[in-house]
């Protein structure tokens, strides 16, 4: 597969797909795999492109396009930045797009390290918003503490690590879970989804992404010896689809730049891909000032419409301004018109291995007032 030969059909109007995974870690940190064993992953996998965010560490002459095999991966690089002197270092930021290290600016305040990361052309993300300690293994809380801030492009709403730390209150479960990958993702917590309601309440445009966290680690148990989900695992799971208003070329900086101008925009969704491919996902909105995408505002005058298209039927529920408006249960194509101003975002549910589970979750569409 050529990166710029996106399986889903040309959409013009709707945006050409890419699925891109935005938080990995390598041995420049504490990750375990090297950028290689990434990029073989992520060729594996069938991502488009792939962003490696190691801790306080940006590695030079990384980025561009690789080839694996018959395939070519996108490979970018950003950087995950914690205040190294905070204890076990709270408030992560996942800093995608720059171009170098800007690891010297987290001391303080983290809204130094949101306006520098923003100044540098980068976009500032809050990595795993809410995070739970584990005790036994010696994990801490990584939650975000520091909320007085502006001016950053949105929060990762799904963590997978984030997840499974928070489903093993034993090491047992850590073995079992180990074993049953596809057993830990049921979705985002819900207070990260009500703490980005509560965000998109006060007027902050935040757009949700969705990654794993992969480090590769090596689990041990008695005579048993494994990697704890190796990359491959996590690039068929949780990723963040973009959609672009122009096809992928195969040129490295061409395609960053668009790339990160739609994820700027906030056109994408998170899509747990590993039940089923969640593709085709598309959510928008029509009325008389044309056509609005997610991440962007429209104007609400006269008959206005929401659009949701699912790639098989699901549970689909709507959300505006953080309270369900309406689920329909085996949804494929809807069509909903809408009266009131306000944050419209779409969650879909589908059913696997035993369980309703997370399957996509919309960025919001923002209606205002003529
Ligand atoms: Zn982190
Ligand atoms: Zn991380």
Redesign the pocket.
């Given at each position: 597969m050529q990166p710029y030969e996106l399986s889903s059909p040309p959409d013009p109007m709707l945006g050409y797909e890419v699925r891109y995974h935005p938080?990995v870690h390598t041995r420049f940190s504490d990750g375990h795999g090297t950028y290689r064993d990434v990029l073989h992953a992520a060729a594996r996998a069938g991502l488009h492109a792939v962003e490696i965010t190691d801790?306080n560490v940006r590695p030079e002459g990384l980025a561009g396009y690789h080839s694996v095999g018959q395939h070519r991966v996108l490979l970018l690089v950003g950087e995950?930045i914690?205040d190294r002197t905070l204890l076990k270092?709270k408030n992560?930021l996942?800093a995608l797009g720059i171009r170098q290290d800007l690891s010297s600016l987290a001391e303080g305040h983290p809204q130094r390290l949101i306006n520098g990361v923003v100044d540098h052309g980068g976009l500032a993300f809050i990595?795993?918003p809410i995070?739970v300690a584990v005790p036994y293994a010696g994990e801490g809380d990584?939650s975000w503490r520091d909320w007085d801030i502006r001016g950053f492009h949105g929060i990762e709403l799904w963590?997978a690590m984030s997840e499974f730390k928070m489903r093993i209150p034993t090491p047992v479960h850590a073995l079992f879970y180990a074993f049953a990958f596809h057993r830990v993702a049921r979705g985002p917590f819900v207070d990260t989804l009500r703490l980005w309601d509560r965000l998109l309440q006060r007027g902050l445009r935040v757009t949700a992404i969705g990654g794993s966290?992969a480090h590769a680690l090596p689990a041990r148990l008695g005579p048993l010896r494994r990697t704890l989900f190796p990359y491959e695992w996590h690039f068929r799971a949780i990723n963040t689809h973009i959609l672009l208003s122009e096809p992928l070329r195969g040129d490295f900086d061409h395609d960053r730049a668009l790339l990160y101008r739609a994820l700027a925009q906030g056109r994408a969704f998170v899509g747990y891909d590993l039940p089923a491919a969640t593709e085709g996902f598309r959510f928008w909105v029509e009325g008389r000032a044309g056509v609005g995408h997610m991440g962007a505002p429209f104007p609400l005058k006269g008959e206005v419409t929401l659009h949701i298209r699912v790639p098989r039927p699901a549970r689909v529920t709507l959300i505006h301004d953080g309270t369900v408006v309406q689920s329909w249960q085996k949804a494929r194509r809807l069509q909903v018109p809408v009266h009131r101003p306000g944050v419209y975002r779409v969650e879909v549910y589908l059913w696997a291995w035993g369980r309703w589970r997370g399957w996509i979750f919309s960025n919001p569409v923002y209606l205002h007032p003529t």
């Open positions: 938080h801790h995950e914690h270092g992560h996942l990595a795993h995070d990584f963590n966290d």
